[in-house]
């Protein structure tokens, strides 16, 4: 039995995995990749401690990390995908499922202590022709990681939440002007947020519109939107497309066994990152915690760390 299974591969279930072999745990990391989603950002500058950074080498880095802590202490399991939890007498039980051959999987079953969930989320895509031809080439999902490199641009926000107009408010920095698209006729963000963002000079909310395609030529170069009043057509020149329209958290195998809001996200405590079920912990994007970024996840698995720790070893 395993004192720990940290499920998840990114920056949350890296950094989780690292403090685990540092207080001599023994430990499981289960990871279909190491990996994030910002392992698609060709230039990350919010890494703290280095000015730049490229997602792959990001992942490559938190591996080589992890292996070098190892120890003996870790124990890595990649390519496998946690399909069930059991809780048992002591401790829980992890079911996981293999690719073998073409259709083929396996399953293998491990025992641990406690766990921890990091297993992050997905950015809802846009879903429109060009979307995809241009993602990373002018259509991104993270300001924070991809903002700056747009500076002195006309750029696009799609979403009209809290997580649009946050972004929209970051882009204004360095923009040349912000245009925030919304498929409503209101926006989904606080008033308050609302009335400040649309309130700089370089700020244009519009409302009740939906994005119909991207196109461009290496790069996008114009994001073209449907009035859904009138039907008309509207094409507008850009040089990048944030797009803000949900998280979808991997945590579909945690359903029935841990308290999740409405939306999947996995509800935890924010003073110790622990679940409702005893024993289980969670951190990073698949949380319901606010501000979901690489550096966040980290402080957010060490948290859950120290606490796994004494629940183990002090109690």
Known sequence: MYDLIIIGGGPAGASGAIYAARKRLKTLLIASEFAGQSVVSEDIQNWIGTIHISGKELAENMKAHILAYSDGMIETKEEENVIDIKKL???????????????????????????????????RKLGIPGADTYEHKGVTYCA???GPMFTGQDVIVVGGGNAGFETASQLLAYAKSVTLINNAKDYFADPVTVKKVL????MKGITDVTPVKVDGEKFATSLTYKNNKTGKLTTLPTGGIFVEIGLA??????????????GGSIKVDPRSGSTSEKGIWAAGDCTDLPYHQNNIAVGDAIRALEDIYVFLKAK
Do not use: N
Not at 93 to 107: N, Y
Not at 199 to 202: E, G, L, T, V
Not at 249 to 261: D, E, I, S, Y
């Open 249 to 262: 958290p991997a945590t579909q195998f945690v359903k029935g066994v841990v308290k999740l809001t409405p």
């Open 199 to 202: 309130a700089h000079p370089k």
């Open 89 to 123: 007498a002591k401790g829980f039980s992890i079911t996981t499922e293999i690719p073998l051959e073409i259709g083929a999987k396996a399953k293998q079953t491990y025992k641990t202590k406690t766990i921890l969930v990091a297993t992050g989320s997905t950015r």
């Open 144 to 146: 924070s990681c991809d």
